[in-house]
Structures are given as structure tokens and as C-alpha cells.
């Protein structure tokens, strides 16, 4: 199984930037991709952003260009720049992997919040 433990939320400005963090531990060497959920209040949780294994990238719409993941393989940890922030961004954000596990895994969340 996997641990995941999500940081790096937080209360920013319009168009102002966040990094989001989420490290895994455990049988980490099951995991090939990693993504980034997120939740409105209200809404249903929606796709954001998956990085795999082979580092291969994929973008929800509404963050493209604005947003960017990457990994670091050493430190076992997914990031997710966030710039350009927008209030419509403002959400509980979630990491998940996915593996060869009897079923994903998600992280706690961490709040990010766009407002003035």
C-alpha cells in the first residue's frame, strides 16, 4: 500500500502562484501515475492534472498553461505549480495514485483558496 501526504496549500491573490506537494511512501515502486483532483464546494471532484511513471504529462483544459507537474523520482514526491492563480480555481485539492494495487489511493487534501 502507499501514503500519500499532500502540502503546500494556502490563501493567495489573483494571478499570484502555489506549489503543491505530494509525497508518497511505501510501496512506492507500484505506483505508475500520479495525478492532482480537485473540489469545489458543491462540485464534484474533477480531473486537474496525471503525470506517469515514464513521465509522460496530461492537463485538464482549464489549467493548461498555467499549471505544470513534474516529479522527483528521489524524493518520491509529485508537484503541482499552480500560476496564474484564478478565484475558479479555489478548491480542496487532491493527490491519487495509481498502481498495481487493489486500488487507488488518496491523499488527505490541502485547501487552496483565490481571493482578494
Known amino acids: 500500500q502507499v501514503q500519500l501526504v499532500e502540502s503546500g496549500g494556502g490563501l493567495v491573490q489573483p494571478g499570484g502562484s502555489l506549489r503543491l506537494s505530494c509525497a508518497a511512501s511505501g510501496s512506492t515502486y507500484k505506483i505508475y501515475r500520479t495525478g492532482w483532483y480537485r473540489q469545489a464546494p458543491g462540485k464534484q471532484r474533477e480531473y486537474v492534472a496525471t503525470i506517469s511513471s515514464g513521465g509522460v504529462k496530461n492537463y485538464a483544459d482549464s489549467v493548461k498553461g498555467r499549471f505544470t507537474i513534474s516529479r522527483d523520482n528521489a524524493k518520491n514526491t509529485v508537484y503541482l505549480q499552480m500560476n496564474s492563480l484564478e478565484p475558479e480555481d479555489t478548491a480542496v485539492y487532491y493527490c491519487?495514485?495509481?498502481?498495481?494495487?487493489?486500488?487507488?489511493?488518496w491523499g488527505q487534501g490541502t485547501q487552496v483558496t483565490v481571493s482578494s
Open positions: 491519487k495514485v495509481e498502481g498495481a494495487f487493489v486500488r487507488d489511493y
